[in-house]
């Protein structure tokens, strides 16, 4: 059963450290709200996840002034890709 | 009734704000802000520090439209219009993130943590959120 995770909360929180323990092969995370602070490179440095998918909120990206800043291994969604994510994916876990 | 013209001069004071949060999560930033403007209004002597997330309010090209909010970096070019000239950033809080100055909106003084616990130090009041 894969599982999408959604980070609401900026790397402060550490909230996608905790998440990444408990990620399997399959399942994607998506960085909404103030998660979207987590799709720079600077970010220490994500563990090395094989199967992961990683997407970030267009809207919010944009609205942060994240859009240009974010890093290319991370898939930009909008709200209609966020519901179709929620349907593809068995379930959604929120972080928060 | 106490003639007015007696009055000492109204009672200055050092008030700092530490602005801490990520813009657009919560409303804190904006409370902050508007906490500072009615000291400022009041000619009270205000410092406006930006800690953690709190640099993240200053980037360059925020769109707030974009999910239905005001942009909130555009608002602090009235800090300078209220007389607060005492505008800061924590200098690790945006290393930390990868932000240069050049990434903000405003023209702000780089502090050290040291510096900034010396200005509260010194201040009458402190304001934190």
């Known amino acids: 059963m ?12 550490l909230l996608f450290e905790s998440c990444c323990t408990l990620l399997q092969d ?14 720079t490179q600077q970010d220490q440095a994500r563990p090395s ?4 998918k990683l997407y970030c909120l267009r809207e919010d990206a944009i609205a942060r002034g994240m859009l240009e800043r974010k890093s290319a291994d991370i898939e930009t969604i909008d709200y209609q890709g966020f519901v179709q994510l929620c349907c593809e994916y068995d379930k959604v876990i929120s972080w928060f | ?8 001069a109204p009672l200055k004071k050092s008030i700092t704000f530490i602005s801490r949060a990520a813009p657009y999560g919560s409303n804190n930033p904006h409370l902050c802000l508007d906490m500072a403007l009615a000291c400022a209004v009041f000619e009270q002597d205000v410092n406006y520090v930006f800690l953690n997330d709190g ?4 980037l360059r090209n925020q769109k707030g439209a974009s999910i239905e909010s005001k942009t909130i970096g555009n608002v602090f070019e009235t800090l300078e219009l209220y007389g607060i000239d005492s505008v800061c950033v ?3 809080s945006l290393s ?7 990434d903000l909106v405003i023209d702000v003084k780089l502090l050290s ?3 900034i616990a010396t200005l509260l130090h010194r201040s009458d009041c402190v304001f934190n959120l």
Do not use: C
Not at chain 1, 26 to 39: A, P, R
Not at chain 1, 49 to 52: S, V
């Open chain 1, 26 to 39: 399959g399942d994607g995370v998506l960085f909404i709200e103030d998660g979207i602070y987590y799709s």
């Open chain 2, 1 to 8: 009734m106490p003639a007015t013209e007696n009055k000492s």
């Open chain 1, 49 to 52: 996840l094989p199967e992961i």
């Open chain 2, 113 to 115: 943590r040291q510096a």
């Open chain 2, 90 to 92: 924590d200098e690790e």
């Open chain 2, 96 to 102: 930390q993130r990868g932000l240069r100055v050049e």
């Open chain 2, 55 to 58: 640099v993240y309010q200053l």
């Open chain 1, 2 to 13: 894969s599982s999408l995770h959604t980070i609401s909360r900026s790397p402060s929180s």
